[in-house]
């Protein structure tokens, strides 16, 4: 058995994570929650150095995964200190205690540290964030390698899979507006058609972390930053459109072809996912295919944001 710690596993791609590793035998998962813990999961406070630094030496796993953090970019702009509690120096303190115990740490990063306008980045293009969530994201890449020299950073942009509610990811988010613009008396909904994000299926991500880990079982660690991205170009607009189709609505959707959001946003972060295809690792769910699986297991009741 290999032990893997699992830290945000009640988020959305921690949840798939924890999924995905229970499919085989060879994994001993440890999973971790905050406001949400499960009978499965260990509560902890990531922002809590003393109780990570118990947690790590109680499990002594051999490979953690991080996959808590503030992901919201409107919640890291109003709030920078909790971006960076929970972003870089959680990162930190958990990167740090894994390598005292000799384990591997896996952090997850975003396509935002990238300006969005020379697409396609590599892992190696400089960075530029546009936004406090973007910086807080490169503060702790930065603060990742600064602790640990057996850590690697996965970097990932818009990311969608089955959900607990409809806010929990920027694809399903549209769901409602979507929903009554089509409804009786219902206002057309205007979906931003300027930025373009490539939308990542989070059952696909963690089958790159299942590989990844498969490979630092077996002697062959990746260090460093890699990058992993769907293929498929998307407007909010344009999924929004192949929302209504694969929910079957008479939808009035409008694009909006200047950007609207408070917070700024990059044009085009396409993340080049070359190193990892060139180890063999990955998947593309096609995202007609994926979003129906997502909106089959979390059906539109109408009317309610459950
Ligand atoms: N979602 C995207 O579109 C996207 C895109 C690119 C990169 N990413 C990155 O992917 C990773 C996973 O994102 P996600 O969408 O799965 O996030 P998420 O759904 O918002 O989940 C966040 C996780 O962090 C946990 N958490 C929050 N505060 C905590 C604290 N103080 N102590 C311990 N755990 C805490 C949450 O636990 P509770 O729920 O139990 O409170 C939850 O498990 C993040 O690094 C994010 O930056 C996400």
Known sequence: MFKVAVIGASGLLGRALVNELAQQTRWHVVATAFSRPGPDTVALDIRDAQAVDQFVEREAPQALVIAAAERRPDVCEHDPALARALNVDAVRTLAAAARRRGAWTLS???DYVFDGAHPPYRHDSAPAPLNAYGRSKLEGERALTEATDLGCVLRLPLLYGPIVNWAESAVTSLVPAIAGSASLNGKTAVMDAWAIRYPTFTPDVALVIRQMLERHARGETIRGIVQWSGDEPMTKYEIAVRLAEALRLDAHLRPQSTPADATPRPHNCHLAS???????????????????????????????DA
């Open 274 to 304: 070359r190193q990892l295809e060139a180890l063999g690792i990955g998947r593309r769910t096609p995202f007609d295919t994926a979003i129906r699986q997502v909106l089959a297991a979390f059906p539109w009741q109408g009317g309610t």
């Open 108 to 110: 997850i990063s975003t």
